[in-house]
């Protein structure tokens, strides 16, 4: 079965301070991998998608960057952070139904991010 | 471009109340539709879909249709409980290479004894 992972699963930086979340994936291949930001009581907003190896497409443009190394990892990063980056991040995985008729995302525990 | 429309939360219902959210869709073609629910601290889990037009997805006493001439796909409940007190996410899938699932803004609910 498939399983996702999440790292940290809590964390508190510093403004100004870099950041590295990774997320990996387990028991499929060439998955679709999301980042997403959940800020308190909002809902999601999509960051970052990527539909295989170092094929990254970005929706928002911010202080964060995306990195696919391999099939089954995706790192979110920063090189300064700032206030507003903390919240919730969630990465999420898909593939197509066999059938090819939608696309099921599966979700992440996630990372408390709080920027002080 | 496509986008789902879900009821303002918080809704706060009694233990064993009947529960409905609402939710619309724009899209441009037949989308899949599905009902993620999030609770607190956690990621989102798929709750139940549908993937045409007078589909009924269903799991755990929820159930949402897709209705086409209304494009609506309402999440109902006959009888909550406080264990299902979670943030509920409506969410389109199109078929297309560019792969992404649009969410609605995701309504609260609280349900108290």
């Known amino acids: 079965s498939q399983t996702i992972h999440q790292w940290p699963a809590t964390l508190v930086q510093p403004v100004g301070s870099p950041l590295s979340l990774e997320c990996t994936v387990e028991g499929t291949s060439n998955p679709n991998l999301y980042w997403y930001r959940q800020a308190a009581g909002r809902g999601l907003q999509l960051l970052f998608y990527?539909?295989?190896?170092?094929?990254i497409s970005s929706e928002v443009p911010q202080n964060l960057s995306a990195s696919r190394p391999q099939d089954r990892q995706f790192i979110l990063s920063s090189k300064k952070l700032l206030l507003s980056d903390s919240g919730f991040y969630l990465c999420?995985?898909?593939?197509?139904?066999?059938?090819?008729?939608?696309?099921?995302?599966?979700f992440g525990p996630g990372t408390r991010l709080t920027v002080l | 471009g496509d986008s789902v429309t879900q009821m303002e939360g918080p809704v706060t219902l009694s233990e064993e109340a009947f529960l409905t959210i609402n939710c619309t869709y724009t899209?441009?073609?037949?989308?899949?539709l599905f009902w993620y629910v999030q609770y607190p601290g956690e990621g989102l889990q798929l709750l139940l879909k549908?993937?045409?037009?007078?589909d009924k997805g269903s799991n755990k006493g929820f159930e949402a249709t897709y209705r086409k001439e209304t494009t609506s796909f309402h999440l109902e409940k006959g009888s909550v409980q406080v264990s299902d007190s979670a943030v509920y996410f409506c969410?389109?899938?199109?078929?297309?290479?560019?792969?992404?699932?649009?969410f609605g803004p995701g309504t609260s609910l609280s349900v108290i004894p």
């Open positions: 990527s539909v295989g190896i170092g094929q």
């Open positions: 549908a993937t045409k037009a007078d």
């Open positions: 999420a995985w898909s593939v197509w139904e066999s059938s090819g008729t939608y696309n099921e995302q599966f």
């Open positions: 969410a389109l899938s199109m078929k297309t290479s560019y792969d992404k699932v649009i």
């Open positions: 899209a441009t073609g037949y989308p899949s």
